[in-house]
């Protein structure tokens, strides 16, 4: 699996937030892109709003992604084209929406075998995931 994510600075997961910018199955032709918080992992609710979407990708080709923090959502992109976004919502259960609420540091990782992934496979191996470039502004 490869994925670029951001994780909140300072404080603890899943309180401060997760922001899944691009998450790759194996040879999957789509990415998902997620959001965590206490109110999807610890209160379940993924549905309100939801916290993910899927999209469409070359997988043999470079693809850029993207993700922008507003104060009342998070917005997602796959080739410069917007496929996701996040909203604040008025809510009484906590951490619906930490993202807007201090920095965030970016991951940029690959990861071998897990119960989502599935058994590594040694006829598979080595694995390598090419970035050509990668910009983070903050604002």
Do not use: C
């Not at 691009?22 to 998902?32: A, G, K, Q």
């Not at 071998?112 to 080595?126: I, T, Y």
């Amino acid at each position: 699996m490869a994925s670029f994510w951001l994780l909140a600075q300072g404080r603890k997961y899943p309180q401060g937030g997760e922001i899944d910018i691009m998450e790759r199955l194996n040879s999957d032709n789509f990415v998902y892109q997620t959001v965590h918080s206490t109110y999807t992992i610890d209160l379940g609710i993924k549905d309100n709003p939801k916290n993910y979407g899927t999209a469409s990708i070359n997988p043999n080709d470079f693809n850029t992604y993207a993700v922008e923090k507003y104060a009342d959502k998070v917005v997602f992109y796959v080739n410069g084209k917007q496929t996701f976004s996040y909203a604040k919502i008025q809510t009484n259960k906590p951490d619906q929406f930490p993202y807007a609420e201090g920095d965030h540091y970016l991951l940029l990782d690959m990861q071998l075998g897990e119960s989502w992934v599935g058994a590594v496979d040694p006829n598979q191996l080595p694995t390598e995931m090419e970035i050509d470039w990668v910009k983070y502004y903050t604002f």
